[in-house]
């Protein structure tokens, strides 16, 4: 199903190897609680049993450095971050709108659509960080950034923000993903399994982490992937994720917007596309 095929040639090196890597002392699986200002914070899940990762504001701190020039700068007087940047901005390999390209096959139970759909999500994006591994490094990218004012954080056991390196963020939430899609009691993979009830609320949650590992390479890695001549494959690849998840609601506005008011990083791309007609929203029943 995956329209990624010519990848491959445009690619020269292979994709992260997934392993199971250990965490940091006393931290949980990523927890579902956001906020892109810092603050505050307030659960959107507090039922489920799956946890997720928070973002926070940095306000008043410089971004950053990388190997390459930042895409972004911390003046409002500078030009936008690259990917919002013509040509780079309507570079894809999927001409018109994704609509159809999400809608689920007749015959295909939702819960299978909406599995099969985040396995190659996942294995697409692990392949894309995994040729850009040698330049997200710890000193490349001390925290996970995803956009001027927007660092994403770990939540340990004690309930504290814990900031991460972004390779090592990534890999966390690349293992707990892995873990997640080997376990049958998830994913089930058995004909006439059912899906767990709480399958709905996972899938969101692997999506909103799958989203920010999305965000920080836009953000910090969008010139090495110009120069890989990718831009086209990674925008046709998050023009489908956010399709996919605006089509099935697995991503709420906040995630990728930010608060209200406050648009950053990829949510400036989400309005674009919208605006060129890209993704569409969701029509809600009458």
Not at 17 to 28: C, F, G, H, I, V
Not at 33 to 52: H, K, R
């Amino acid at each position: 199903m995956s329209f990624l095929g010519s990848l491959g040639r445009s690619m020269t090196r292979g994709s992260r190897p997934t392993k199971t890597s250990p965490r940091p002392q006393d931290a949980l699986s990523p927890t579902s609680e956001t906020s892109s200002q810092g603050g505050a914070l307030s659960p959107i899940s507090p039922t489920s049993s799956y946890n997720g990762n928070t973002l926070t504001g940095r306000a008043g701190t410089s971004p950053r450095r990388s190997p390459l020039p930042s895409p972004e700068n911390s003046s409002d007087n500078q030009p936008p971050p690259l990917y919002m940047s013509q040509p780079f901005v309507k570079a894809s390999l999927v001409k018109g709108n994704f609509k159809l390209i999400v809608m689920q096959p007749k015959w295909v139970d939702i819960n299978e659509w909406v599995a099969i759909n985040i396995y190659e999500f996942y294995n697409n994006l692990n392949m894309f960080y995994g040729v850009l591994s040698e330049f997200c490094t710890a000193d490349s990218c001390p925290t996970m950034a995803a956009g001027k004012t927007l660092d994403y954080t770990w939540i340990d056991s004690n309930r504290k923000q814990i900031k991460l390196a972004a390779p090592i963020y990534v890999d966390y939430v690349f293992t707990w993903v892995q873990n997640l899609l080997e376990d049958k009691n998830v994913f089930p993979t058995d004909s006439g399994r059912p899906f767990p009830s709480n399958f709905a609320s996972t899938a969101k949650h692997i999506y909103r982490q799958l989203l920010r590992v999305f965000a920080h390479i836009f953000h910090s890695h969008f010139t090495h992937m110009l120069h890989l001549h990718s831009e086209a494959h990674l925008n046709s690849l998050f023009a489908h994720f956010l399709a996919f998840g605006t089509e099935y609601e697995l991503l709420d506005a906040k995630d990728i917007r930010g608060q209200p008011g406050h648009t950053v990083g990829v949510g400036e791309l989400w309005d674009k596309w919208k605006e060129n007609g890209v993704i569409t929203e969701r029509q809600q029943p009458q």
